[in-house]
């Protein structure tokens, strides 16, 4: 038996309301161009948008005419979806709440996840959606999870309940020291004053 070994997500389907909702809150409220639409392939009732959330990949959503918004929040039970993330720079992580607040969109405030800062609120389908920044970049060559793989190594290490700020340190440290080379002989950290 072997495995079926993924490379990244393809997309994320959503069933939608109307067009229009769909075309204003991907769009108007979180900036995804809306890039081609068609029908549903599997069901001629049903529209189906496409968005591209920044990295080229695809956020779909199936429409219906006939379906309205309901902003009641989506079931928390098992099998189902408890939110979408969405990456943001920190720069717009910082002016989010500001544009939410300006739109009267009822939201969490800025959550601290330790490798990472929060926004929660819903979609006018109740879907739970967050907006995420990290609070570090990976070094040269290395991505987010080598950095919080090693991060989480060194948490678990010591003990510490969560990856904090510190563990990401000295987890992007040891990377740099492991993809680059020196002609020092010791590496270690030194004090010149």
Request: proline share 7%; with cysteine; glycine share 8%.
């Amino acid at each position: 038996m072997k495995k079926i070994q993924v490379q990244g997500v393809h997309h994320i389907t959503i069933n939608g309301a109307d067009r229009q909702t769909s075309i204003d809150f991907w769009e108007g409220v979180l900036g995804m161009p809306f890039i081609f639409d068609q029908p549903n392939l599997d069901n001629p009732n049903e529209g189906h948008l496409y968005f591209d959330p920044g990295d080229g990949r695809l956020i779909t959503i199936f429409t219906n005419e006939d379906r309205s918004p309901d902003a009641t929040p989506t079931p928390n039970r098992s099998g189902s979806v408890h939110h979408l993330a969405f990456a943001v720079d920190r720069a717009t992580f910082l002016q989010a709440i500001k544009r939410l607040d300006e739109r009267e969109i009822v939201h969490s405030g800025p959550k601290d996840r330790g490798f990472m800062d929060s926004i929660y609120f819903r979609d006018p389908l109740g879907l739970l959606i967050e907006l995420a920044s990290y609070k570090f970049s990976p070094p040269s060559g290395c991505t987010h999870a080598d950095v919080l793989i090693r991060a989480h190594q060194l948490r678990f290490t010591r003990g510490d309940y969560n990856i904090a700020e510190e563990h990401l340190t000295d987890a992007i440290e040891e990377l740099v020291k492991q993809r680059q080379g020196s002609l020092s002989d010791d590496r270690g950290p030194k004090s010149p004053y």
